[in-house]
């Protein structure tokens, strides 16, 4: 099972690289860095407690059942699971998706959108760049950081189920509404 596992990474991981490299031959990633860090900078919390994260996580719920997505849902807060739901048609491999991209949020202080762009508008790979495996650290949209103003990164709200930038977006607009922005 490990095996099977394995495989399907390394052809999932093929096929990233093979979509990014077409998609960095389009242009260049300036607007969409600008973006990120504007948002990193904008979605920060004052506090962040359990019921803030079952509020969170029960609208990523609502969005998903509206949309009839398919996704799986992880909130923690210094390494502490707050929020974890999967909805049917959702897998394991999910959940390793998650703990991934979590990876990169948690070495990073940046949303693993942000840090794949960088990546991505380097020309590089997370392996060339900081010598760390792609099999657990990826660098795709779905994790952000939850901020602390003044204090900074206590853990990550993730998506896992959508294509990366749907994943990021669908977190971050969970985010903006808790805010109210």
Excluded at 88 to 117: A, C, M, Y
């Amino acid at each position: 099972m490990v095996f099977r596992y394995k495989k399907k990474l390394k052809i999932v991981n093929e096929l990233i690289n093979i979509l990014d490299k077409g998609i960095r031959q389009m242009g260049n990633y300036d607007e969409l860095l600008k973006e990120l860090v504007n948002e990193e900078n904008e979605l920060q919390f004052t506090e962040f407690t359990n019921e803030t994260a079952l509020k969170i996580g029960l609208n990523l719920i609502e969005k998903a059942k509206d949309n009839n997505k398919r996704i799986t849902i992880n909130i923690t807060r210094n390494g502490h699971q707050l929020f974890h739901y999967s909805f049917g048609g959702t897998t394991p491999e999910n959940d390793q998706w998650i703990i991934r991209k979590n990876r990169v949020v948690n070495r990073f202080s940046k949303s693993s959108l942000h840090v794949g762009t960088l990546l991505l508008n380097a020309n590089t790979t997370i392996e060339e760049r900081h010598h760390i495996k792609s099999s657990e650290y990826a660098a795709i949209g779905g994790a952000f950081p939850i901020i602390i103003k003044n204090t900074g990164v206590i853990g990550t709200i993730t998506v896992s189920g959508l294509p990366k930038n749907e994943d990021h977006d669908m977190v971050v607009a969970a985010i903006k509404e808790q805010l109210r922005l």
